[in-house]
């Protein structure tokens, strides 16, 4: 019997915990969709529940394992990337976790990249490292080793990353695709820095996006999400819902309010990166920059045919090293020294700043970060003010 309702005489502290209902009619809607802010939801009758309980029919009961603003937002991000299903979480590393919890079991083999996020690294070495999972970690660029990886172990996952994380290299996504569906892998992508529009055509089992970067674009939320086919999706749902890295409906509504706007600053931020990215190539202090639209790019022509935008992170070197980079940093006024990426503020991190102490010599070698690199994330500023900060900080 649903409670609260005005007729039933009750005290005062009992009515503060069944304030009186407030319903709309079915022809009356919200044109914002409301934040289903409760942890619980109830069917009017134990008949109901019970028949909910069973999977007989569809409704909501605790938001652990869903609430109708995560699942809208689920709908729309699986419809943003090209997929059927979404599953969301706490983080984008939460997402990372999950899935390779969930899509992993001991004695299985993942081949993975030192051109991989931090955590992501972290995650496949040490953490599935103890339970049994093994890995091989290759240069993004080594498509002789992949083959050879492939052969040599039966694989479960591929992981990978484009553009990479911070020197932008360019995965070729049909060349890993083909070698790891030949091998009968699973192919995992963070598609994180290219964003929820692109790459949606290529063969790739499950994406996994930090919901963080482009998707709030305020910077002001944690997100994550996996997404993929539907019965790959649904079959993680029940792990995902047990490890409990659930995202909060509040945090869903504000990525939904993010998302009205990704387009237009996606294709912003990364004209401005691209303007940026002329400039740094300009300079004399500059010795080499890492950004996919340039054709001084080495994957510039694969960039190309398989992004629509180049992305808001542009990477430099400096031929003065680490004492350049952190004199760059200090000397910049419009960009925060600040980790993260792809909120509408712009943003730089040096070399002191970026992981890889994990990495072997020959594994720093291929990571590219030197110690004059120097990695930008352009925000939403006027491009006049952007350059004219670059070219003073580079001059100072
Ligand atoms: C930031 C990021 C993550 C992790 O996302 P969080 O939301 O910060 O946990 C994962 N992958 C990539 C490529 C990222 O840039």
Redesign the pocket.
């Known amino acids: 019997m649903p409670i609260g309702y005005p007729h039933r005489p009750m005290k005062k502290s009992t009515r503060v915990n069944h304030p009186p209902p407030v319903e709309l009619a079915a022809d009356n809607h919200a044109v914002v969709a409301p934040i289903y802010q409760s942890v619980k939801f109830e069917f009017d009758t134990l008949a109901e529940t019970e028949r909910y309980l069973r999977g007989e029919r569809p409704g909501f009961f605790y938001s652990r394992a869903s609430n109708p603003t995560t699942r809208q937002l689920e709908l729309l991000l699986a419809e943003l990337q090209g997929r059927e299903e979404c599953l969301v979480t706490a983080?984008?590393?939460?997402a990372?976790a999950q899935t390779l919890l969930a899509l992993t079991k001991q004695g299985d083999h993942i081949l993975c990249f030192v051109e991989t996020?931090n955590?992501?690294r972290y995650l496949i070495r040490r953490l599935l490292g103890r339970f049994g999972v093994t890995h091989t970690m290759l240069s993004i660029e080594d498509a002789g080793g992949i083959e050879r990886a492939l052969a040599a172990h039966p694989t479960r996952l591929v992981w990978f990353?484009s553009p990479t994380?911070p020197v932008t290299k360019v995965a070729d996504i049909p060349g890993i695709t083909r070698l790891a569906k030949a091998a009968g892998a699973l192919v995992v992508m963070?598609n994180?820095?290219a964003g929820l529009h692109q790459h949606g055509e290529y063969d790739i089992d499950v994406f996994v996006h930090?919901l963080?970067?482009y998707a709030s674009g305020a910077g002001d939320v944690?997100?994550?999400a996996v997404i993929g086919r539907s019965e790959l999706i649904r079959s993680l749902r029940t792990d995902f819902g047990m490890i409990g890295g659930t995202l909060d409906p509040h945090a869903a509504y504000l990525i939904l309010r993010g998302l009205k706007t990704y387009f237009v600053r996606y294709k912003a931020q990364s004209a401005s990166a691209q303007r940026v990215a002329e400039l740094l190539a300009s300079h004399p202090a500059v010795a080499r920059v890492h950004y996919p639209g340039l054709p001084s790019h080495p994957q510039h022509a694969l960039a190309r045919a398989q992004m629509k935008d180049f992305g808001t992170i542009v990477s430099f070197d400096l031929k003065g090293g680490l004492e350049a980079g952190g004199r760059f940093a200090d000397a910049l006024q419009l960009f925060a020294m600040a980790a993260?990426?792809g909120s509408t503020e712009s943003l730089v991190v040096t070399a002191q700043m970026m992981g890889g102490r994990d990495l072997t010599a020959d594994q720093q070698a291929i990571s590219a970060i030197t110690e004059g690199t120097v990695r930008l994330s352009i925000g939403l500023e006027d491009i006049e003010d952007l350059l004219a900060d670059v070219a003073q900080a580079l001059n100072a």
């Not at 983080?91 to 939460?94: A, C, I, L, R, T």
């Open positions: 983080s984008g590393v939460g990372v996020y955590p992501t990353e994380n963070d994180t820095f930090s963080t970067k944690l997100g994550g993260s990426l």
